[in-house]
């Protein structure tokens, strides 16, 4: 289109860390900004923080996330959401996964009549229905908390029927929504995300590497944190000093479960928590030597291709999203199994020329991901559908 696009998204978010589908968010529509763009953002305080501290260039509608901290408290959000939604025109209604971004997004493609698109950063194959996510989640929450994130998704997946075009991050969720008969092929489309190579290389460090491994990700079970503590456990067995860096943050329960096993397992002077970090997570990747990524769920996987492109080989569990995305510079194992978690990490650690060629691949294969290119491809699938429906 030959003109400025006007642009509705929204950022529920809480607390003051980012999780890498809200990261994503932030980076495709900073380009869009910059591309001469006029974005608007319906988000909550701690949102709009994040959003100027990371350069973004926007209109904000701010509201206060509810003081509540149960489990109906991002319901709350949503309907606060939903009455800062201008009547006004847009040229299209652009929202993350979600129920918290999707139902405000509906809510506004109602009000403004512009299209909507969701883009799907992480979908797992429970979410299919509200039974079975139901059964997912009671095994973590409590059953309120299951009843109210198995209703968001079963919500969810309702209004992703309606939207006009849906973007997904890898050819297997693709599938997946097809199978969910959540949308027809033609109108899902396979995006790239990318990683900031640009920016990584100019975070300098010493030559010194001191931690043989690292993870990044929220504390939380999905991201297979209390696997990590235990297969750094056997790690530790084999090699006494092995130090392991933990960046994110996460729920005080969880925390507090983690510190108890850290404890337990006598594994205080091997693991160093370094909580959130902005720029300096770059220095503490580029100050290991491996990327431990114990995740029983993933989309893309930010996090990975950011340890990637610091130069670090990867060892995951073997999750089917990774087919096509990650085809060298990584080592995975059956999904669950906390000792070839720790034989693949030590197996690397012991093996100088196999860290070295492993990670010559991982920044090759980083280097195929950049947020430029997947800005560029979804506002281009965007403006043709828009053209189409004109």
Known sequence: ???????????????????????????ILKRWAEWGNQIHIITTREGSSILK??????????????????????????????????????????????????????AAK???????????????????DFTSCYRHHRRQLTAIGSLAESLGVSVR????RRADLLLVVSDFYKELLTEMQIAKPAR??????????SHIPSIKVNGEKDFDACFMGALMPRKGIFDLIWAWKRVVDEKPNAKLAIIGVGEES????????????????????????????????????????????EGFALAICE??????????????????????????????????????ATTILEDEGMLRSMSMDAIEQAREYDWDDSARAQLNIIIHFLQIVK
């Not at 997946?157 to 992703?160: D, M």
């Not at 899902?188 to 190579?197: D, M, T, W």
């Open 157 to 160: 997946n309702i209004l992703a």
């Open 254 to 297: 969880v925390v507090r479960k983690l510190n108890l096993l850290i404890s337990k397992l006598d594994l205080g002077q091997n693991i160093i928590r370094t909580g959130w970090l902005d720029d300096e997570k770059y220095k503490i990747m580029k100050r290991s030597r491996v990327f431990v990524f114990p995740s029983y769920g």
């Open 1 to 27: 289109m030959d003109r400025p696009l006007k642009i509705l998204s929204f950022l529920p978010h809480h607390g003051t860390s980012m999780s890498g589908g809200e990261r994503s968010f932030i980076e």
């Open 53 to 106: 501290r990371q350069g973004l260039k926007f209109l904000p509608r701010v509201y206060d996330f509810p003081e509540t901290t149960s489990a109906l408290s991002w319901y709350w959000c949503v309907e606060r959401a939903i009455r800062k939604i201008p009547r006004e025109d847009f040229d299209f209604v652009y929202s993350n996964e979600p129920y918290t971004s999707v139902l405000p997004a509906f």
């Open 188 to 197: 899902i489309h396979a995006i790239r995300h990318g990683v900031n190579f």
């Open 307 to 344: 340890a990637m492109a610091c130069g670090l080989p990867v060892v995951a569990y073997n999750l089917a999203a990774y087919e096509g995305i990650y085809k060298k510079g990584i080592k995975t194992v059956p999904t669950g199994n906390v000792d070839a978690l720790a034989k693949a």
């Open 110 to 128: 109602r009000r403004t009549k512009a299209p909507l698109v969701i883009v799907f950063k992480l979908l797992e194959q429970h979410e299919g």
